[in-house]
């Protein structure tokens, strides 16, 4: 949609390095949502990558992940 500039701005005034998973994605979803709406884990597909090994590999959080 063309809320990208809103939800950037958002994110960027919220975030801080060293974050763990949780408050990360929680942080996200803060963004996405804006203050009009509400995001459930079942409005989302989140995934986190791992850069180890040697390649990258996508992880498919479930929805109970996404709860803790």
Known sequence: GGDAE???ERLASTWADGL?????????????A???????STDLE???LARTNGRR?????????LEA
């Open 6 to 8: 809103s939800i950037n």
């Open 34 to 40: 804006g203050p009009d709406r509400d995001i459930t």
């Open 46 to 48: 989140v995934a986190d």
């Open 57 to 65: 590999c996508f992880h498919r959080l479930s929805n109970v992940d």
């Open 20 to 32: 763990d998973r949780g408050a990360a994605i929680a942080l996200g979803v803060a963004a996405l």
